[in-house]
């Protein structure tokens, strides 16, 4: 089995900011990418930030600048620094893991619960 949990969500006033961690736990082999994807309501989830095994990184153009993501490999844990927050940045962020389990074969995609974001005067 392989869990991912989120945390770092929360209630933010613009301008604000916050910081999400994801652990991956369980029978894990080895990690490729993990990354962080937000979902609004009304909207469709959509990509806002990846890392690879290496720390090569990739962010939507919408965060460029205000959000850095990170990783801590000994630890199968990404972290989501948000700065400078925006009502528009409100939504469940999930935390996503393209990993290859014990014994496996090949990789496949996990996917968190989801913490909310909610930033708001």
């Known amino acids: 089995q392989v869990q991912l949990v989120e945390s770092g969500g929360g209630l933010v006033q613009p301008g604000g900011s916050l910081r999400l961690s994801c652990a991956a736990s369980?029978?894990?082999?080895?990690?490729?990418?993990m990354g962080w994807y937000r979902q609004a309501p009304g909207k469709q989830r959509e990509l806002v930030a990846t890392i690879t095994n290496d720390g090569s990184t990739n962010y939507a153009d919408s965060v460029k600048g205000r959000f850095t993501i990170s990783r801590d490999n000994a630890k199968n844990t990404v972290y989501l620094q948000m700065n400078s927050l925006k009502p528009e940045d409100t939504a469940v962020y999930y935390c996503?893991?393209?990993?290859?389990?014990?014994?496996?074969?090949?990789?496949?995609?996990?996917w968190g619960q989801g913490t909310q974001v909610t930033v708001s005067s």
């Open positions: 996503k893991s393209r990993l290859r389990r014990l014994l496996a074969v090949g990789e496949n995609d996990y």
């Open positions: 369980g029978s894990i082999r080895s990690v490729r990418t």
